[in-house]
C-alpha cells in the first residue's frame, strides 16, 4: 500500500521556525507532483505549497515568503520549512499529492502545527 507519514510538527512561538517531514512510499515518490495541506479547527483543508517532479513550486499566498517546500529524492522525503510562523499557521499539516493535478484518495495523520506564545 501507498503511504505518507508526516513529522516534525510541534508548538513554536510566533517568529519561530520549524521543519516538517513527509516520508513518501517509492511509487508516490516517484511518479506523483507532491503537496503540503493543512487544516484549522473549523476550517477547510488548503493546499499551502505543492512541487512538481521536476522540482518547480508553488505557494497559497498566506504562506508565500515564509514557507519552502523541497524533496529529497534519495531518501524519498518531501520537507516544508516554516519560518516567520504566526497564530494563524496553527493547524494540522498533511503531505499528499498534489491536488491540481492528481487524485487524492486518502489521508495520513498528520502532524500538528501550534504557534502560540
Known amino acids: 500500500q501507498e503511504q505518507l507519514v508526516e513529522s516534525g510538527g510541534g508548538l513554536v512561538q510566533p517568529g519561530g521556525s520549524l521543519r516538517l517531514s513527509c516520508a513518501a ?65 496553527t493547524a494540522v499539516y498533511y503531505c499528499n499529492v498534489d491536488s491540481t493535478i492528481h487524485r487524492v484518495d486518502y489521508w495520513g495523520q498528520g502532524t500538528q502545527v501550534t504557534v502560540s506564545s
Not at 476550517?43 to 521536476?54: C, D, Y
Not at 514557507?67 to 494563524?88: C, G, H, W
Open 25 to 89: 512510499s517509492e511509487s508516490l515518490f516517484s511518479i506523483y507532483a507532491m503537496g503540503w495541506y493543512r487544516q484549522a479547527p473549523g476550517k477547510q483543508r488548503e493546499l499551502v505549497a505543492r512541487i512538481s517532479r521536476g522540482g518547480n513550486t508553488n505557494y497559497a499566498d498566506s504562506v508565500k515568503g515564509r514557507f519552502t517546500i523541497s524533496r529529497d529524492n534519495a531518501k524519498k522525503t518531501v520537507y516544508l520549512q516554516m519560518n516567520s510562523l504566526k497564530p494563524e499557521d
